[in-house]
C-alpha cells in the first residue's frame, strides 16, 4: 500500500476535512475544498512546507506565509517551452511557511470550475485539458504532449496538445461542470462528448 494518502483529518484544524500525507510520510498537509461553482482550496502548511501555484490563483494567506515567483527556464528551455504549449504560465509561485508553526493560505479557481484533487503518487502520470492545472504540492511536474492522432485532436473537442502531470506529489486541477469519475475495466471503452474529458491516467488511450 502507498504511504502518500487522503484520509479523514483529525479535525484539529476549523477548516480542513481531508489530510495529505506526503510519499516521505515527513509531513501531514491538511486541506478543506468549499464551495460550490467556483470553488476555493484552503490549505493548511507545517512549518518550511510549500505549494506552488499558477500565478493570479492566491486568494488569501497568512503573514507568515512568504510568496516568491521563479520562471521556468531554471528547469530547462524545453521544459519552459512544454508548460507554455500546455496552457500554462512561464512562472510558478510557491508559497512557504516561515514560521514555527502550521498556517493558512488558500487559492480561489479563475473562472466557475470545481478543484479537483489528485494523488500522482497513487494515479500515477495524468493526462489532463490544457490550462487544467491549478496548485500542487510536492514532486509534480507540468508538461505537454500532443494527441495521439490529427483526427483526435481537430475532432475531438480536446485540442491537440495536453497536459501530462508527473511525479509523486499531489496535484489540483480545475473543472468546469460537475466532474464525474469513471473507473474502466480491461479493453472497456466509454464515449465521452467532445470538450468534456477534464483528466484520465496515461495507461489510457484516448483516440
Same mark, same amino acid.
Given at each position: 500500500?502507498?504511504?502518500?494518502?487522503? #484520509?479523514?483529518? =483529525?479535525?484539529?484544524?476549523?477548516?480542513?476535512?481531508?489530510?495529505?500525507?506526503?510519499?516521505?510520510?515527513?509531513?501531514?498537509?491538511?486541506?478543506?475544498?468549499?464551495?460550490?461553482?467556483?470553488?476555493?482550496?484552503?490549505?493548511?502548511?507545517?512549518?518550511?512546507? *510549500?505549494? &506552488?501555484?499558477?500565478?493570479?490563483?492566491?486568494?488569501? !494567506?497568512? %503573514? *507568515?506565509?512568504?510568496? &516568491?515567483?521563479?520562471?521556468?527556464?531554471?528547469?530547462?528551455?524545453? =521544459?519552459?517551452?512544454?508548460?507554455?504549449? @500546455?496552457?500554462?504560465?512561464?512562472?510558478?509561485?510557491?508559497?512557504?511557511?516561515? &514560521? =514555527?508553526?502550521?498556517?493558512?493560505?488558500?487559492?480561489?479557481?479563475?473562472?466557475?470550475?470545481?478543484?479537483?484533487?489528485?494523488?500522482?503518487?497513487?494515479?500515477?502520470? !495524468?493526462?489532463?485539458? #490544457?490550462?487544467?492545472?491549478?496548485?500542487?504540492?510536492?514532486?509534480?511536474?507540468?508538461?505537454?504532449? !500532443?494527441? @495521439?492522432?490529427? @483526427?483526435?485532436?481537430?475532432?475531438?473537442?480536446?485540442?491537440?496538445?495536453?497536459?501530462?502531470? =508527473?511525479?509523486?506529489?499531489?496535484?489540483?486541477?480545475?473543472?468546469?461542470?460537475?466532474?464525474?469519475?469513471?473507473?474502466?475495466?480491461?479493453?472497456?471503452?466509454?464515449?465521452?462528448?467532445?470538450?468534456?474529458?477534464?483528466?484520465?491516467?496515461? %495507461?489510457? *488511450?484516448?483516440?
Amino acid at each position: 500500500p502507498s504511504s502518500t494518502c487522503l #484520509t479523514s483529518a =483529525s479535525g484539529t484544524t476549523p477548516f480542513s476535512p481531508f489530510t495529505y500525507v506526503e510519499e516521505t510520510g515527513s509531513n501531514a498537509i491538511e486541506f478543506h475544498i468549499v464551495g460550490g461553482e467556483a470553488q476555493v482550496l484552503q490549505v493548511l502548511l507545517p512549518p518550511a512546507e *510549500k505549494v &506552488s501555484a499558477e500565478p493570479g490563483a492566491l486568494f488569501y !494567506m497568512s %503573514s *507568515k506565509i512568504q510568496c &516568491s515567483t521563479r520562471g521556468q527556464l531554471g528547469f530547462g528551455l524545453i =521544459s519552459a517551452i512544454q508548460r507554455l504549449i @500546455s496552457g500554462e504560465s512561464y512562472f510558478l509561485n510557491t508559497f512557504t511557511n516561515t &514560521s =514555527s508553526s502550521p498556517e493558512y493560505v488558500a487559492f480561489a479557481t479563475p473562472t466557475l470550475a470545481r478543484i479537483c484533487p489528485l494523488d500522482l503518487h497513487v494515479l500515477g502520470e !495524468m493526462v489532463a485539458q #490544457t490550462q487544467s492545472y491549478f496548485c500542487s504540492i510536492g514532486d509534480v511536474k507540468v508538461s505537454s504532449k !500532443m494527441a @495521439s492522432s490529427l @483526427s483526435a485532436g481537430l475532432l475531438g473537442g480536446e485540442g491537440l496538445f495536453f497536459q501530462t502531470l =508527473s511525479g509523486k506529489g499531489l496535484c489540483f486541477v480545475c473543472a468546469g461542470g460537475t466532474p464525474v469519475q469513471k473507473t474502466l475495466a480491461e479493453n472497456e471503452t466509454v464515449f465521452v462528448d467532445k470538450g468534456c474529458l477534464v483528466a484520465y491516467q496515461a %495507461s489510457v *488511450k484516448y483516440e
